[in-house]
């Protein structure tokens, strides 16, 4: 199991956006301008920078050498450094629940695989559960990526029932 530290107060609040996240996930394995990251997002470039700028500073993004643009103009490209998946966060923060709902919203529904499921398991069972889900995640978030394959999200969440006491 890859080993988490937690995230510092200055980490937590920039992973605590949205916006970034997706950020994040746009530059997970491609080099993307502000530019660019604006025109997937449909927002304007200057309201995106300083989140960029938020997740260069915290170590989440990294700036790529600079290039020139079509036109000549100067453009720095931004890489995803992976760092959020070696740290714990606040359970209770909403900001990747409301990110996977954003980009759930972005994607017919033909394409989306879910599934829900309650169990009623010790404490034992359920360390045992949660060990190789995590086992399974972090199996796979280690292989390289494929260049040639299509993209894939997961969003798993485990929680207590409110609805069984």
């Not at 996240?21 to 530019?35: F, Q």
Request: proline share 7%.
């Amino acid at each position: 199991m890859t080993p988490r530290r937690q995230a510092t107060d200055e980490e937590a609040r920039a992973l605590a956006s949205s916006l970034r996240l997706r950020i994040l996930r746009i530059c997970l394995d491609a080099e993307h301008t502000n530019k660019e990251i604006a025109q997937i997002l449909g927002r304007d470039p200057a309201s995106t920078l300083h989140h960029t700028r938020t997740l260069v500073r915290t170590g989440f993004l990294q700036a790529r050498p600079e290039r020139r643009g079509a036109r000549g103009a100067r453009e720095i490209p931004y890489l995803a450094t992976r760092k959020s998946w070696r740290l714990s966060t606040p359970a209770m923060d909403s900001s990747m629940l409301d990110t996977f709902l954003e980009e759930l919203a972005l994607v017919p529904a033909a394409d989306v695989d879910a599934a829900r499921l309650g169990l009623r398991l010790s404490a034992a069972d359920m360390a045992e559960f949660r060990a190789q889900l995590r086992a399974l995640l972090d199996d796979f978030a280690d292989r390289p990526d494929d260049p040639a394959a299509p993209a894939w999200s997961v969003f798993l969440t485990v929680h207590p029932d409110p609805n069984r006491p």
